[in-house]
C-alpha cells in the first residue's frame, strides 16, 4: 500500500498488508507501524525516523528503505548487525523443524 507525502499518522487498521510505502509521511506514527507484523517491504523514505528498535519484531521483513531519515549510521549499523543475527537463529530453527 502506498500511502507516500499523505498527512496519515496511525496505520495499526492494515495489519494484513505485506508492503508500505510511506514515503515522506512526516505526521506517521511509528508505534503504529510497529502493528505491522506481516510486512515484507518497508519503505520509510524522508520521514521523521530517528529509531529502528521496533523493527526487531518484522520477521517477515526483507526489503527496508530508510533513505533521507535522521538515522545515525551507527543505528543502522547496530540494527543491521542484530537483524542479521535474528535472521540467522529462525534459519536454524527452521532447519532443526525440518529435521526433526
Not at 502493528?35 to 526489503?63: A, P, V, W
Request: with cysteine.
Amino acid at each position: 500500500m502506498d500511502i507516500s507525502g499523505t498527512p496519515v499518522k496511525d496505520v495499526s487498521a492494515l495489519k494484513e498488508i505485506n508492503f508500505l510505502i510511506a514515503n515522506r509521511c512526516t505526521e506517521l506514527d511509528f508505534s503504529t507501524v510497529a502493528k505491522l507484523k506481516k510486512l515484507r517491504q518497508l519503505s520509510l523514505q524522508d520521514t521523521k525516523l530517528n529509531d529502528l528498535e521496533f523493527l526487531h519484531d518484522f520477521t517477515e521483513l526483507e526489503q527496508l528503505n530508510i533513505n533521507g531519515t535522521p538515522l545515525t549510521d551507527e543505528q543502522i549499523l547496530k540494527f543491521q548487525i542484530r537483524f542479521q543475527k535474528d535472521r540467522l537463529e529462525k534459519t536454524k530453527r527452521f532447519l532443526m523443524d525440518v529435521i526433526r
